[in-house]
C-alpha cells in the first residue's frame, strides 16, 4: 500500500503530532508498506537535504510561520505539485494529520486521485483559540463549525483518546470513528545520564526533584505547579521544581515564580534535546502535570518507560493508564496536588520496577497502534466507493460561510480553498 501522511508539524519541529507522525510511519514500513510525508518547509532542513538520508520519502512545501504559533508553521504554496507528486507515487490513501495548510492539501489529492482519506484528530483546539489574533479570528464555540467543515466528507477519522470521541460525536461527526491512542516507541537500552544532568543543573544527588517537560504554553497550566511549590517547599526544603521545554508562556512563569519569591527553586532550561529526555524523568523523582487540556499525553506514558510515577489532573485516557499508584496519581485540585508530590518525594519504593508499568507501556506500544491503524486503513478501504459521494455530503451554507471567515484570514492559495469547501468546481487549465 501506498501511504501519504499529511501534516503541518514534522521534525525537527518538536511536538506531539511530529512524534506520532513518525512513529506511524516506521510502523507502516515496518509492515511492508510504503509511506510518504508530505509537510512544511523548515529553516533547520536545507533544500539540499530533501530527499534525502533521514528526508527520503519527505515532500516539504513552501511554509512562513504561523499566527500564534511561531514555532510551528503553514505552507502557502505546492497545492498543484503536491496533486502531480501524489499520482506519481500512486498514493492509495491520504492520512491527514492536520485541519489546516498540508491537512487541506490532503482533501484535495484525495478527491483529485479518488482515494479514500483518513483524519486523526490531534488537537483539541477550544483549548488554544487564545493563540489567534488573541481569539478574535476564532472563538472556541466556532470550533465545532470548522471541525464539522473539515470532517465533513473524511472517509474515517481517528480519536487519539475518548475525551477526542466524544468532543467530535458532540460536533455531529458521524464518521467511522475507532479510538486508537498514539503508539510510543522506545529505544531498547536507553542511557541514563540522569546523575551527569543533576550537576549540571546544580541539584544534589539526593534533593527531591519535580519535572515537568512539554511546552511551556499558558493552556498547560504551568502556573498552577509553581503556586502549590510554596507547599511542598515547606516540608521539603530542598525541593526544586524543573521545567523543561520552551513555549510563550515562558517568560511570563519566569518573573510569577520570581514574584512568589521562587526563582532558586524553579529551574527553567529550556528546550530538551530528544535523545536527553529519558535522563532527565530518571533524574526526576515524579513528573507532573496541572494540564486540563489534554487529549492524550505522551509525556505520561515516557515518564512511565523511564520508571517515574506521574500527577496529573484527570481524562480519560490517563484514567485509563493509571492501574496503581506505581504508575501515578490523577487529583481535581491543587490540595490534592500537594499531597500526591509529597507522597511520591517522600517514598522513593514508588520508583521500583513494577508488572502494571510494563502492562500500561504494552497497551500503548508503538507495534499495536502500527497494527491497529492499518486494520483501520484496511477496514476505509473496503467500504470506499468514489461514486457514493453526493450533494448531501456537501456542508451546509453556514457552515460554508463561516469556514471562509476562517480561511480567508489564512496564507492560502485562493484556489485551495475553493477546492476544500467544494464552492467552485476548479478545471485542470485553472493551473
Known sequence: MNIGLFTDTYFPQISGVSTSTQILARQLEAQG??????????????????????EKNIYRFSSIPYTGFKDRRIAFRGFFEGIDIAKTLRLDLVHTQTEFSLGLMGKIIARELKIPIVHTYHTMYQDYTHYVMNGRLIKAGGVEVIVRVYLKSVNGVIAPSQRVYDTLRGYGVDAPMPIIPTGVSFAKNQVDHSAELRKSLKIRPKQPVILSLGRVAFEKNLEELINVLPDIISDFHNAVLVIAGDGPAREELEDHAKALGLSKYVKFVGMVKHCDVYSYYRMADVFASSSTSESQGLTFIEAVNANRPFVAMPNPYLIQITKSKLIGTIVNNNEEMVEALEMYLSDPSYKKENPDRDLALKEVSAEKFGHDVLAFYEEVIR?????????????????????????GRLPLPKVAKRRILKVKKEAPEDK
Not at 508498506?33 to 533521514?54: A, C, E, L, M, W
Not at 467500504?383 to 480561511?407: C, G, M, N, W
Open 383 to 407: 467500504d470506499f466507493h468514489p461514486s457514493h459521494v453526493k450533494s448531501s455530503d456537501e456542508p451546509t451554507d453556514d457552515e460554508i460561510s463561516y469556514a471562509r471567515q476562517l480561511l
Open 33 to 54: 508498506h510504503n509511506v510518504y510525508i508530505f509537510t512544511t518547509t523548515d529553516p533547520k532542513v536545507k533544500r539540499s537535504q530533501y530527499g534525502h538520508g533521514r
